[in-house]
Structures are given as C-alpha cells and as structure tokens.
C-alpha cells in the first residue's frame, strides 16, 4: 500500500471538529491505491507539528527527517509529496472523493487502522457507490447554499491572483481556503445611484481658499427619501442632516416652565440613526458610582471591558412639573449613556433635592460617553457625532467645555477630542462625577459612538459618495490639531508608502497580524529602489498606538499610498489627501467596508486585498485570522497600483 499525503478541502462549519478522515480511491492504468488522508488541522501536538509538515495551498511539503519521523510513528511503509491534481486517473474521468461533516473523528494517527490492500472487487464497487452518492449529497447541498445566496448576494469581492513557491515559515495552522472558495460578501437590496457632492463653508478662516458659494438643497418632498438617492445621501449623511435634526426637535419639561426651568430639546433622525439631547438645568449626582466592567490596563481589555458607569435610579435631578417618562410621552435621553439603563418606566429625572452637597457647575458642557474606547474608529465618530451636533445647535467650539462620562484609559484620539470639542477649558472626566455632584446650566448629549454617519453601511453596498460634510469635519480636526495644509505634502517631491502596522501593544493581544509585515516591506524597498526619478520611495511601517494624534494625521497627510491590515487603525485613511491609494487588507472571510466609506466620502482610492493564507492564532473564527502574503502575491497585485501612483507624481513633480 503507498500512502499519499496531502491538504484537504473542508467544509464550511470545518472549525468545529477536531479531525477529517478522507478515504479516497483511484483508479489509474488498472492499479488500484488505497488513500488514506486524515487533515488534523486542529490536533496542536498531532503529527503535522510533530514531523514537521507545512501545509500550503494543495501540497504537504515533506522533508526525509519529516519522512522518517513520519514512517516511525505512524508505522507506514512509504511517504510522497503530490498535489490533489496529480491523482486523476489518465483516463480524464474524475476520481470521487468525499469530504462529510458526518465522518468526523478525532483518533491520532498512529491508532487509525490502516486500508487492507487485499479488499474484494465487490467491497470496493461498494465503497464507491457510496463515496459517489456522498459526493453528489454535497454537490446538491453546496448548489442549494449557493443558490440562496445569489438571492442575497450579487456582488463579489475582488481578489488577486497568483500563486508561490517561495520558501515561507508561517506561525501558526493555515486556513487552506483558495480564492475560488470566497463567499460573495452580503450587500442584501441596497444598491444605489451616486450622491451629490454640494459646498460648503469651511468653519475656519485659512490661507486655503475656500468656495463661499455654497448650495443648499430644498427638503425631500416625502421622508424618508428613496433609499439610495441623492436626497437621502444629503439629508441622512451629509449637511442635510442637520436640517433633519433641526426639523426634528422636540421639547419637553414645558408644563409651568420657570425662568430656572429644566426645559430640554430632544433631536431624532431614525433614518440616519442620529438621536442626542440639549439640556437645560440639569444635575447629575454621581457620588460614589461603579464603573460597569474596569480594567487596570490594556492587558486586561476583553469583550466585556466597559468604562461606562452602571445606571443607578435618581441620579438626574431637574425642575419638571411632570414626571419625565415614557408614560407622559417624554423620550429616553439617558440610552448608551449608562450601562445596564435605564429601562421605559425610568423617568429621565426627578425632582432637584434641596440639599445636593459640594456642586460642580458647568455653562456649556458637551458630554461625551465611551465604550470601545480604545478603537479609534468608534471614537472619531462619535467626534463627527459631537461635532455635527454643535453645528445643529449653534454652539462654537472656543465656547464649551468637554466632559467625558466614564473612566476610560488614556488613548492618543483623546488630544483631537478636547481640540476639537472644547479646547478652551480643561476636560471634565468620570473621576469628578463620582466624587462630587454636577450641574450643568445647558448641556450636549451627542448620538452615541455607534450610531451616525460614519456608522452606516458597513456591512453592505455603501450608495453615498462625496460627503461634504465629512470632509469638512476632517479639515477641521486637521486645523484643530496644527496639521496645515490639509490636502498638500510637507515635502511636494516625497514618494512614501505607509503601512499602519496592527500589533500587540500595552499588553494587548490583538487579531488579524500582518505576520510577515516585515518581510514584504523590505522587499517592496528592494524592488522599488529606482522606481521614481526624482529620488527613492520611502516605505515606512508605523506603530500608530505609539504615536501622536498630531503625528498620525501628518504621516497620513504626506502619504502617497496607505496599507494596513482592516482594523481600527484604518481609520486614519480619513486623514489622507484625495486620490491617495489606500490597501486594506482582509482574512479570507471578513466583510467590513466602512474604510471603504470613508474613501467613497473624501476622494482616496481603496483597494481591498483577501488573497494570501489566513493563519489561525487564539483563534478559530475565521473573521479574526492573521494573515501571510507570498510575495509573489502582493507583487502581482501591488506593483500596478503602486506603478500608477508613481506615473502621476512624477508627472505633478515635473510639471511644477
């Protein structure tokens, strides 16, 4: 008997078994081969790790130390090396194989018994019947997957071509998946015409010059607007949205109003997901409040991290005749901004005590509140979330005062949001709430970080395109933070790339590596030495959680072309020149597009990257996989973008 090893296709729910059998039979020149494979993917001390084997695309590569190791362990004769495609019998007839959720085992190699070479004619016209029928189960059942599907799904991914024969160590199990095997990324019925790009005035005042002829549109006729149009890519994500919030603003706690009423205005745009509160006579008594899941540091940060306060009765105090609930038709202003709270029957506030102790009191507060807070993505938009707001009710950053409602850990995102929110007077945090009681003249609620324009579509077809108002609050975070100018290079002549590295920091265990980063980036340098004729292209790798906010938006400013593996980091692309080339790179399986979005709103041109291996580490879902690139992978993707990148500079460069 010969035993052929090689890597095997394994069905989609593959991650919940511990091992595969595959029996497969050949039929070549009349000679008969009992194949026995078994793919322990998921036996960490099994014997791919034992002897050495490394699985890649279709091919176990062996070895003689792995051969022997092999023979000695497993107690067979021989060991080869072939690929999937090399065992078709000659006759062109396909062989039939199975691969059954069904037969999944998990005994180690050496206690699988081994296929007799001396089974019966009669036996194996059995076996066969029922490898065909499996196989034919699967075919219909794969059909039928696909099938519904396409009735959801129409839109592929785009992926790069090519394959490697490069030598490579890889950490960890590799996810064998080809791009041929990609499911079509869900875009559900949401495919729409392009939005309209209207100008507007830049809030600052700037040696840029700036169109002051702006463009207002006349409200939609009906609302919400068909999906897709421009109307509802005005109204729902660009300046029309602040006309939505001002149309739909709603005052409560009028009933007997006094000159030292707690009147406030309550703003809700279901369509757009936008909902946030003015207050007027507020109190918040804090004192002694538990933080709903802390950690000391990023080392400790899990799923359930939440540097929000748990939501406690009679913590709000105002000056209201009637009771502010849902019975009484008032809306729930305190949802996200509390863990845990509060329910329909809370009311919003009760009546002000007499007596509230040592009082911290605040004219123009904007109260932010954070979960995620170290994803950059999640809180730059709930400074768009913030900064929106101010414009709907008219308040000027130079004129307010940040409060951040939790005990979040420090992050670098922390210095735009007290530029661009309150830059006048010192930040507000958790640790005074519960510590002494507040009261707030007129506060800001804002939507909160998951919800809001940036917040839309990320998970299907995104139909708006130039956002104006995006752009606006780009150019303003920019302003706010020194980085002038906006849309140009700090050196005109400079070629650089910029990777955003993604990896472990503070502690931190993070997912989706780019494991041979360093590898690829050296290469790139080598190969593109003399690319550009006006000196050499900088490639530069950059750890963004050790920098600035300042030196981030100008790495991002001065950038000809940004790559990144898709997490939170690529969130900086909102910082990049229009026509920038942007790579995001993605395992195999993860659809999230709202970096695509951001690119779609300001003008930088996204590329998504899905080829190379996703490798497994602390990990079995395949949304969270690191990532390998041969390089003659990203070459074949890489070096026409990056070719084009360098005809343009270089025609900008020369014709100065």
């Given at each position: 008997?010969?035993?052929?090893?090689?890597?095997?296709?394994?069905?989609?729910?593959?991650?919940?078994?511990?091992?595969?059998?595959?029996?497969?039979?050949?039929?070549?020149?009349?000679?008969?081969?009992?194949?026995?494979?078994?793919?322990?993917?998921?036996?960490?001390?099994?014997?791919?790790?034992?002897?050495?084997?490394?699985?890649?695309?279709?091919?176990?590569?062996?070895?003689?130390?792995?051969?022997?190791?092999?023979?000695?362990?497993?107690?067979?004769?021989?060991?080869?090396?072939?690929?999937?495609?090399?065992?078709?019998?000659?006759?062109?007839?396909?062989?039939?194989?199975?691969?059954?959720?069904?037969?999944?085992?998990?005994?180690?190699?050496?206690?699988?018994?081994?296929?007799?070479?001396?089974?019966?004619?009669?036996?194996?016209?059995?076996?066969?019947?029922?490898?065909?029928?499996?196989?034919?189960?699967?075919?219909?059942?794969?059909?039928?997957?696909?099938?519904?599907?396409?009735?959801?799904?129409?839109?592929?991914?785009?992926?790069?071509?090519?394959?490697?024969?490069?030598?490579?160590?890889?950490?960890?199990?590799?996810?064998?998946?080809?791009?041929?095997?990609?499911?079509?990324?869900?875009?559900?019925?949401?495919?729409?015409?392009?939005?309209?790009?209207?100008?507007?005035?830049?809030?600052?005042?700037?040696?840029?010059?700036?169109?002051?002829?702006?463009?207002?549109?006349?409200?939609?006729?009906?609302?919400?607007?068909?999906?897709?149009?421009?109307?509802?890519?005005?109204?729902?994500?660009?300046?029309?949205?602040?006309?939505?919030?001002?149309?739909?603003?709603?005052?409560?706690?009028?009933?007997?109003?006094?000159?030292?009423?707690?009147?406030?205005?309550?703003?809700?745009?279901?369509?757009?997901?936008?909902?946030?509160?003015?207050?007027?006579?507020?109190?918040?008594?804090?004192?002694?409040?538990?933080?709903?899941?802390?950690?000391?540091?990023?080392?400790?940060?899990?799923?359930?991290?939440?540097?929000?306060?748990?939501?406690?009765?009679?913590?709000?105090?105002?000056?209201?005749?009637?009771?502010?609930?849902?019975?009484?038709?008032?809306?729930?202003?305190?949802?996200?901004?509390?863990?845990?709270?509060?329910?329909?029957?809370?009311?919003?506030?009760?009546?002000?005590?007499?007596?509230?102790?040592?009082?911290?009191?605040?004219?123009?507060?904007?109260?932010?509140?954070?979960?995620?807070?170290?994803?950059?993505?999640?809180?730059?938009?709930?400074?768009?979330?913030?900064?929106?707001?101010?414009?709907?009710?008219?308040?000027?950053?130079?004129?307010?005062?940040?409060?951040?409602?939790?005990?979040?850990?420090?992050?670098?995102?922390?210095?735009?949001?007290?530029?661009?929110?309150?830059?006048?007077?010192?930040?507000?945090?958790?640790?005074?709430?519960?510590?002494?009681?507040?009261?707030?003249?007129?506060?800001?609620?804002?939507?909160?970080?998951?919800?809001?324009?940036?917040?839309?579509?990320?998970?299907?077809?995104?139909?708006?395109?130039?956002?104006?108002?995006?752009?606006?609050?780009?150019?303003?975070?920019?302003?706010?933070?020194?980085?002038?100018?906006?849309?140009?290079?700090?050196?005109?002549?400079?070629?650089l790339v910029t990777i955003i590295s993604r990896r472990p920091y503070g502690g931190r265990r993070i997912q989706r590596v780019w494991q041979n980063e360093d590898e690829i980036v050296g290469r790139m340098r080598a190969?593109?030495?003399?690319?550009?004729?006006?000196?050499?292209?900088?490639?530069?790798?950059?750890?963004?959680?050790?920098?600035?906010?300042?030196?981030?938006?100008?790495?991002?400013?001065?950038?000809?072309?940004?790559?990144?593996?898709?997490?939170?980091?690529?969130?900086?692309?909102?910082?990049?020149?229009?026509?920038?080339?942007?790579?995001?790179?993605?395992?195999?399986?993860?659809?999230?597009?709202?970096?695509?979005?951001?690119?779609?709103?300001?003008?930088?041109?996204?590329?998504?990257?899905?080829?190379?291996?996703?490798?497994?580490?602390?990990?079995?879902?395949?949304?969270?996989?690191?990532?390998?690139?041969?390089?003659?992978?990203?070459?074949?993707?890489?070096?026409?973008?990056?070719?084009?990148?360098?005809?343009?500079?270089?025609?900008?460069?020369?014709?100065?």
């Amino acid at each position: 008997m010969t035993l052929l090893v090689t890597c095997v296709k394994t069905p989609e729910d593959w991650e919940k078994a511990r091992a595969i059998r595959l029996q497969v039979f050949i039929h070549e020149q009349h000679e008969r081969v009992d194949l026995f494979i078994l793919a322990a993917f998921f036996e960490k001390k099994g014997f791919y790790e034992k002897c050495g084997y490394s699985c890649i695309d279709d091919e176990i590569f062996v070895d003689e130390g792995a051969k022997q190791c092999w023979m000695t362990k497993a107690a067979y004769p021989v060991v080869e090396s072939r690929r999937l495609c090399d065992l078709r019998p000659s006759s062109g007839t396909p062989w039939p194989f199975l691969i059954s959720p069904f037969a999944m085992v998990a005994r180690p190699l050496n206690v699988m018994k081994k296929v007799s070479p001396n089974s019966g004619a009669s036996s194996c016209s059995k076996r066969r019947m029922w490898l065909w029928g499996g196989l034919v189960s699967a075919m219909v059942l794969v059909s039928f997957l696909n099938v519904f599907e396409t009735l959801t799904s129409f839109q592929f991914v785009s992926t790069s071509s090519g394959s490697s024969s490069d030598s490579v160590q890889v950490k960890g199990p590799i996810e064998s998946t080809k791009d041929e095997d990609l499911q079509m990324f869900p875009v559900g019925v949401r495919h729409f015409q392009h939005a309209i790009h209207h100008q507007v005035r830049d809030e600052f005042e700037d040696d840029e010059q700036v169109d002051e002829t702006g463009e207002r549109m006349a409200s939609p006729v009906r609302w919400p607007s068909t999906k897709g149009s421009k109307s509802e890519c005005l109204y729902a994500r660009d300046y029309g949205l602040i006309e939505r919030l001002d149309n739909s603003s709603r005052t409560f706690c009028t009933a007997g109003a006094r000159a030292n009423g707690s009147t406030y205005t309550f703003f809700h745009v279901p369509e757009a997901g936008v909902r946030a509160t003015k207050l007027q006579n507020f109190g918040l008594d804090l004192r002694g409040a538990e933080i709903a899941q802390d950690i000391d540091n990023l080392a400790d940060n899990g799923g359930g991290h939440d540097p929000r306060f748990r939501y406690r009765k009679s913590s709000a105090f105002c000056s209201c005749v009637e009771r502010q609930d849902r019975e009484h038709g008032a809306p729930s202003i305190w949802k996200d901004y509390f863990a845990g709270g509060p329910s329909d029957q809370d009311p919003n506030c009760d009546t002000f005590q007499d007596s509230v102790g040592d009082k911290l009191t605040l004219t123009r507060a904007v109260v932010m509140v954070r979960k995620d807070d170290h994803n950059p993505f999640f809180q730059i938009s709930a400074m768009l979330n913030a900064w929106v707001m101010m414009k709907t009710i008219g308040w000027d950053r130079n004129t307010t005062q940040l409060v951040t409602l939790d005990r979040a850990l420090p992050s670098p995102v922390d210095d735009l949001r007290h530029a661009l929110l309150g830059p006048e007077r010192p930040v507000i945090d958790g640790e005074v709430f519960q510590d002494r009681v507040v009261h707030f003249e007129s506060a800001l609620l804002p939507p909160y970080e998951v919800t809001g324009p940036l917040m839309s579509h990320l998970d299907d077809n995104q139909p708006c395109h130039a956002n104006a108002m995006i752009a606006d609050f780009r150019d303003a975070a920019l302003k706010s933070m020194a980085v002038t100018p906006h849309n140009a290079k700090s050196d005109p002549q400079r070629c650089l790339v910029t990777i955003i590295s993604r990896r472990p920091y503070g502690g931190r265990r993070i997912q989706r590596v780019w494991q041979n980063e360093d590898e690829i980036v050296g290469r790139m340098r080598a190969e593109y030495r003399d690319a550009y004729r006006f000196g050499e292209c900088e490639f530069q790798s950059l750890e963004f959680t050790n920098m600035t906010m300042h030196d981030q938006m100008r790495a991002m400013v001065d950038s000809d072309v940004v790559i990144g593996m898709h997490g939170a980091g690529m969130v900086n692309v909102m910082w990049t020149r229009p026509e920038t080339l942007v790579i995001e790179i993605f395992p195999r399986r993860r659809y999230r597009w709202g970096y695509r979005n951001l690119c779609q709103y300001l003008g930088c041109k996204w590329h998504e990257f899905r080829s190379g291996r996703d490798v497994r580490v602390h990990t079995f879902d395949p949304n969270d996989m690191d990532k390998f690139i041969p390089f003659i992978q990203w070459r074949s993707f890489f070096d026409p973008l990056f070719r084009d990148v360098v005809d343009r500079l270089e025609e900008k460069v020369g014709g100065s």
